[in-house]
Each structure stands twice: as C-alpha cells, then as structure tokens.
C-alpha cells in the first residue's frame, strides 16, 4: 500500500514538473498543449461553416475527451483544488468540455465550443520561452505583447458574438461573420450591413469598439516608439534603455547589455 501510494506521489510529481517546470521535456510537454489548443480552435471555426455530420460529432468527442484528460490532470496536481475548480479558467474549461461531450447525450451544445478561444489566454506563459529559444525575438518582447493582446482579445470577441447571436441574428450565420463584424467594430469602421441584436448585442459592440480600440492604440504604440532594450538595473530597477546604453539613466549605474551584434 505504501508503494503504491509512493508511486501515485511520484506520478503527481512528475506531471506536476511538465505543467510548472522549467525542462526540455516540460517546454515541448506545453508547447503540445498549445499546438492541441489551436488545432481545437481551427476546428471550431471550421466547422461553424458546414452541417454537422458524423465524422465531425466523432471529433466533438475525441476532443472533449482529450480536454477533460487535461483538465483532469491539472485538477489532479492543484495544490489549492476548490479554487482552481472555481476558476474562471476552469469553469471555461468546464463549458467546453460539456460542449464537446454534447452529442454524446443528443444534444447540440456546439456553439458554446467558441468559449475555448479563452484557452489562448493560458498560453502567454510561452511568450518569455520563445523568446529565448529564438534570439531575433528577444527584441521584440513588447511589440509581440501587444500583438498577442490585440490577436487574443479579436478571438475571445468574435467567440463571444458568435456564441451569442449564432441562429437568433440573420447576419451572423458563421464565424466569419463574427470575425468581420468584430474587426469592422474594433477600427470604428461600421458598416452597418451587420448588426447585434438585442441589448446583450450593444452592450458587446461598445466593449469590442472601447478596449479594442485601447488595445490598437497600445499595439501603435509600441511599434512606432524610439527602440528600447529590456535589462534591469541592478541598483534602480529601471528596465528599459537605449540599445547602445553604458550607464542607467536613472542612477548612473554600468549596465551590461547583451548583444547579438547588431549594428
């Protein structure tokens, strides 16, 4: 009984280093999770655009299996288990799953499957890994930040106006449509040849027009801004400084910048 339970404590251990460690094995083991993340949503947007068939009730299935695994384990390795389980993220989480499974049960939940587009907002920790695994990058930290804000937020609204005007809104019959009413909204464009119904439908419009426009300007920003580099001053703590900088600006103090040997 003792080994058994020595045995239960190591795999915990074990799939607790693939999800928080800081090994090979633990970057490729997050890196899958991502792949499986986006090929998920590929396949929710595809299929906003065809009848429902067999082989594609198939897939809602694999899916939803393959997501409650992973939800499993996390639930599984949780130091604080009620509150993961209260979690915004897992109660995502849990809709998608309950989605996916629908058609095993007869029902036709699959417009709720948008809501695993959040997913994406578990993936930023991979932002400081590729970083340094591609050196080109480390440059760019803020400006890919800001694009992956920008990107996440389109998704995330373009999930939510589907989800919620998919058979009751005329205009919005696919996820294409959400998407081009969402990017028509976020630049201020308007168009008005597509329209949300309903107050709930407004009240998306003015968050989808005031934080995408926030986070468009945030994007401007950082593009066109005077280059800067990230290295924190050991005595002051300021982080950003000019590319060819010798001394912190705040404090004087030498700082060491690396390089690439870019001129």
Not at 96 to 123: D, H, M, N, W, Y
Not at 211 to 226: D, E, H, I, K, S
Request: charged share 20%; net charge positive.
């Amino acid at each position: 009984m003792t080994g058994e339970r020595i045995g239960e404590t190591g795999v915990r251990e074990r799939i607790k280093e693939l999800y928080e460690g800081d090994s090979e094995a633990a970057h490729r083991f997050r890196y899958a999770l991502l792949g499986f993340d986006l090929v998920t949503i590929a396949f929710v947007i595809a299929t906003s655009f065809v009848a429902t068939t067999p082989a594609i009730i198939v897939a809602d299935v694999i899916f939803g299996l393959g997501i409650l695994a992973e939800f499993l384990a996390r639930l599984w390795i949780a130091e604080r288990r009620w509150r993961f389980i209260f979690s915004l993220g897992t109660l995502i989480d849990a809709a998608s799953i309950v989605a996916f499974l629908a058609p095993l049960t007869g029902q036709g939940l699959g417009f709720v499957r948008v809501l695993r587009t959040l997913r994406l907002l578990r993936s930023y920790q991979l932002l400081e890994r590729i970083g340094r695994d591609i050196p080109a990058l480390r440059a760019r930290h803020d400006e890919i930040l800001a694009t992956l804000n920008l990107a996440v937020f389109i998704f995330v609204m373009t999930g939510l106006v589907y989800a919620t005007q998919f058979r009751i809104n005329d205009q919005i019959n696919n996820y294409a449509d959400a998407l081009y009413f969402t990017v028509t909204a976020l630049t201020t464009t308007g168009f008005g040849d597509i329209t949300l119904e309903g107050t709930v439908g407004r009240l998306i419009s003015v968050v989808v027009m005031f934080f995408g426009v926030t986070l468009f300007l945030r994007l401007a920003q950082v593009l066109f801004r005077p280059r800067k580099v990230r290295e924190t001053c050991k005595r002051c703590g300021l982080s950003l400084h000019d590319p060819d900088a010798v001394h912190c600006k705040h404090c004087g103090k030498v700082i060491h910048i690396e390089t690439e040997g870019e001129t």
